[in-house]
Antibody, heavy 119, light 110 residues
């Protein structure tokens, strides 16, 4: 079965960077796009961007451009999301979610990774 | 910039029918936005309900249905149950590789 397993919780200081991983299994890694979605405490879901593991093309929400980078390692079927220049407003649960080809929806979800930014 | 809009909250009686909507601050929703719907309970990852306007995801009961109503996407729950009490989010594909969530609707079943 399809599984997306994310890395563990992180605590970072303001100004630092965080890198969250999402390891996929149960399907051919390069046939599913991977999205990153975040949710601040008590807030709604927010789309951050997408990476196509077959080639590494990315597209980011305007809000995060210049501060986010999504990469992949096809040898380990893992996608990474790195967010830099963290502030307290980046405290959130970060989810990866996969999309099969160009189907325009999030079919499978990771379990989420809590990133806490605090001095 | 266009914003995806949802009712902040809604309530439905057990066994009743409720329709949640998802619109755009500018323009009308059509199938070319590939609207999808997700259910989320506190502390859990979202669950995919509907994609491509009206296709139910695997395992989703048929009391959940999606459609276009007027100029909005809609999620209808028929025969609401207590465990339908959740937050519901819609997502629109805005083109050029960009997706956008609505603000979410908190559904109360009482």
């Amino acid at each position: 079965q399809v599984q997306l397993v994310q890395s563990g919780a992180e605590v970072k200081k303001p100004g630092a960077s965080v890198k969250v991983s999402c390891k996929a299994s149960g399907y051919t890694f390069t046939t599913y796009n991977m999205h990153w979605v975040r949710q601040a405490p008590g807030q709604g879901l927010e789309w951050m961007g997408i990476i196509n593991p077959n080639g590494g093309d990315t597209s980011y929400a305007q809000k995060f451009r210049g501060r986010v980078s999504m990469t992949r390692d096809t040898s380990t079927s893992t996608v990474y999301m790195e967010l830099s220049r963290l502030t307290s407003e980046d405290t959130a649960v970060y989810y990866c979610a996969s999309e099969k080809g160009a189907t325009y929806y999030f079919e499978y979800w990771g379990q989420g990774t809590l990133v806490t930014v605090s001095s | 910039q266009t914003v995806v809009t949802q009712e902040p909250s809604f309530s439905v009686s057990p066994g009743g029918t409720v329709t949640l909507t998802c619109g755009l601050s500018s323009g009308s929703v059509s199938t070319t936005y590939y609207p999808s719907w997700y259910q989320q309970t506190p502390g859990q990852a979202p669950r995919t309900l509907i994609y491509n306007t009206n296709t139910r995801s695997s395992g989703v009961p048929d009391r959940f249905s999606g459609s276009i109503l007027g100029n909005k996407a809609a999620l209808t729950i028929t025969g609401a149950q207590a465990d339908d009490e959740s937050d519901y989010y819609c997502v629109m594909y805005m083109g050029s590789g960009i997706y956008m969530f609505g603000g979410g609707t908190k559904l109360t079943v009482l």
